[in-house]
């Protein structure tokens, strides 16, 4: 299974599991980055999600201002370099925008660092050149700048000094037997306040999904054991995100016939078989096929939502109120003719 389109290729297999008899179900440290710990008490003004065309030619990342409503175009669209393929977007807290994904020429991925508020075929401030990254699924840019990714392809951690540009060589690798990591998909990552971080992944069967959430240590580096695992046997999971209180919130695709989506949340500290502290699930939330989550500095949740329609796939954005419990309807859902192709990443800033 690739990454270069995690979205629908985790529909897919899904879908291939309902076949064989079992019905099932079709990625964060700061909170301006949608992946990770969030030191930030503001509302977002805007909610990144990245796209690539069908057919070959550049991605483009579009910007959404934060509270729009209904069919809407983006208030800003970023041009990736020509010929660009865009697995994941993230921001810092100063509002800088981070592209991982492959150029023409690339042999490995490339992360573009972007000024805070570029649009159109901007000029990147900086380019990683990564030297073992192949496709990444989520990014996370934590208090101090340092750059975390994290791999389907190859179950790993690869960590980035705030200041990597052109060939860059990791910090810290976490790979290896003892992280686990190998034996899942692993599809997001967060970093909280502590600098503890969180890989959550996806474990796909021929008739099953589960979801775990691997925790490492702050200083872990090579071939570690987490220091606790959060499992969740009801589902998979493609996003999380983590708030100022150290909340952890995870997009789950549950085990069901028709396909459905939910949002956990799990108290700091939570291990094993931890229940979720809240759970948004239900017909009223019109979550489908849950990607890509984001919250903000005042606790609203952001959802890249996919579902399969008669001529094709349809992408919306839902925005879920921070009082939202159980089975509420979202408080803004936002679709647009110029989204039409979606990798799960997702960003606010």
Not at 18 to 32: F, R
Not at 186 to 215: K, M, P, Q
Not at 253 to 266: H, N, Q
Not at 294 to 318: F, H, K, M, R
């Amino acid at each position: 299974m690739t990454a270069k389109n995690i979205f629908r290729a985790t529909l897919a297999a899904l879908a291939v599991s309902a076949v064989v008899g079992c019905g099932s179900s079709n990625s964060s440290g700061n909170g301006s980055s949608g992946n990770g710990s969030s030191g930030s008490s503001k509302a977002a003004t805007y909610v990144y999600v990245i796209q690539n065309p069908l057919s070959g030619g550049t991605g483009e990342v579009l910007a959404f201002a934060a509270g729009a409503n209904g069919s809407t175009a983006p208030a800003a669209t970023l041009i990736a370099p020509a010929g660009m393929d865009i697995f994941a977007v993230a921001t810092d807290a100063s509002g800088q925008i981070y592209v991982a994904g492959y150029l023409p020429s690339s042999v490995l991925a490339v992360i573009e660092v972007y000024a805070a508020g570029a649009s159109g075929a901007a000029t990147p401030v900086r380019t990683i050149d990564t030297p073992s990254l192949y496709t990444p699924s989520e990014m996370v840019i934590d208090s101090s700048g340092s750059l975390y990714t994290v791999d389907p392809d190859d179950g790993e951690v690869n960590v980035y000094s705030s200041t990597a540009n052109g060939p860059a060589t990791p910090t810290r690798i976490i790979t290896g037997p003892l992280t686990q990591l190998s034996l899942n998909l692993s599809e997001a990552v967060a970093v909280d306040a502590s600098g503890n971080i969180y890989v959550a992944t996806a474990n796909i069967g021929a008739s099953s999904a589960t979801g775990a959430v691997f925790v490492f240590s702050p200083t872990a580096n090579g071939n570690v054991a987490p220091s606790r695992v959060i499992t969740n046997p009801n589902g998979l999971f493609l996003g999380e995100a983590i708030d100022a209180s150290g909340n952890l919130y995870l997009s789950l695709d549950t085990i069901t016939t028709p396909y459905t989506g939910a949002i956990v949340e799990y108290a700091p500290g939570a291990s094993g078989a931890a229940v979720p502290i809240r759970t948004i699930a239900g017909t009223a939330t019109d979550l489908i096929t849950a990607g890509g989550v984001s919250v903000d500095g005042t606790g609203n949740i952001y959802v890249a939502d996919q579902s399969q329609i008669s001529n094709g796939v349809s992408y919306t954005l839902e925005e879920f109120a921070a009082s939202a419990s159980g089975d509420a309807a979202p408080a803004a859902v936002i679709s647009s003719t110029s989204w039409n192709n979606a990798p799960a990443s997702i960003a606010s800033h």
